[in-house]
């Protein structure tokens, strides 16, 4: 199994800068695909940035040229770097990450999603 968890979020005031991290753990063999959805009440989850295990990156416009997704494979990690933080940035930020595992030398693919962090830009 492959389990993936969030940390980082919190309370930050209009203007602000937050880093989220996203750690992978469990049996993995490699990862392809990292990223973070978001998600306010009452509306749909958006993408907000990927980056492939050959550092293929996108955004969703809404966080172009403020946020900055990057992933460290020797830690199995994720991070988005998220500045010039806006009201409307405020949500339940979510990690995924998807690859092969390996058990008694048999992979399989895996899709991973973590529990969520609350972001809240707010003065």
């Known amino acids: 199994q492959v389990h993936v968890v969030e940390s980082g979020g919190g309370l930050v005031q209009p203007g602000g800068s937050l880093r989220l991290s996203c750690l992978a753990s469990?049996?993995?063999?490699?990862?392809?695909?990292m990223g973070w959805y978001r998600q306010v009440p009452g509306k749909q989850r958006e993408l907000v940035a990927t980056?492939?295990?050959?550092?293929?990156?996108n955004y969703s416009d809404s966080v172009k040229g403020r946020f900055t997704v990057s992933r460290d494979d020797a830690k199995d990690t994720c991070y988005l770097q998220m500045n010039s933080l806006k009201p409307e940035d405020s949500a339940v930020y979510s990690c995924?990450?998807?690859?092969?595992?390996?058990?008694?030398?048999?992979?399989?693919?895996?899709?991973?999603w973590g529990q969520g962090t609350h972001v809240t830009v707010s003065s």
């Open positions: 469990g049996s993995i063999f490699s990862i392809n695909l």
């Open positions: 980056v492939t295990s050959d550092g293929t990156i």
């Open positions: 995924f990450a998807n690859g092969l595992s390996i058990e008694r030398g048999s992979k399989d693919w895996f899709d991973s």
